[in-house]
């Protein structure tokens, strides 16, 4: 089954069968985890949402009339979705990455290499760029981090962002350009600017 196309996944699904749904599901999570994830800054958050993303896509996948449609509408109802969330939540703290949760819910460090290698410095900078990062990223407005996020990240064309949003492709193309701007001063205050110029965002 896994060498179906999502459209003959989507008409089987539509038609009862739940192997071909989780397949869909197991095609698509990752890259909705990932929007979701740097949507809101929080992985816990980003799985709950994720997970409420691919059950209102259950609950709805028979009123999908175009299946050729399904990208778009799947990332329509996971935005909706994380954007209910924040509404409810109000608050979004920030995440580190520099701490990770372990079972008994302690902060732990997480696992660097050698730090006697090069590799190892190498790898504790990005790690500290990408922090960095991720918490100016979360000081945008929800539609400028969205559009970022779509376009850099998750690669969609600006046509898809704008039916995804709602909007006009000039509003998104806008939006993109103010968030950049917005984002590049954010870290120019700290200081970094020239530094995560040459990163990869």
Not at 25 to 44: D, K
Request: with cysteine; net charge negative; proline share 2%.
């Amino acid at each position: 089954m896994d060498d179906l196309t999502d459209t003959s996944l989507i008409t089987r699904a539509q038609n009862g069968d739940v192997d071909a749904f989780n397949m869909l599901v197991w095609r698509w999570q990752a890259p909705i985890l990932n929007f979701l994830y740097r949507f809101l800054g929080n992985r816990e958050d980003a799985e709950d949402v994720c997970q409420r993303t691919f059950l209102k896509v259950y609950s709805r996948l028979g009123d999908l009339e175009h299946a050729d449609r399904f990208r778009v509408w799947l990332y329509q109802i996971a935005t909706n979705q994380a954007r209910d969330f924040l509404r409810k939540k109000r608050r979004l703290p920030f995440f580190s990455f520099f701490v990770r949760k372990d079972g008994n819910g302690e902060d732990n460090e997480l696992d660097f290499p050698d730090p006697e290698s090069d590799a190892a410095e190498r790898e504790v900078e990005n790690h500290q760029l990408r922090s960095i990062l991720e918490r100016a990223m979360q000081e945008l407005p929800e539609e400028q981090r969205a559009v970022i996020i779509m376009r850099i990240y998750q690669e969609l064309k600006f046509v898809e962002i704008a039916e995804i949003l709602g909007e006009s492709i000039n509003t998104v193309k806008s939006r993109m350009y103010y968030g950049l701007r917005a984002l590049r001063n954010i870290l120019q205050r700290q200081g970094l600017g020239e530094e995560v110029n040459d990163y990869e965002v």
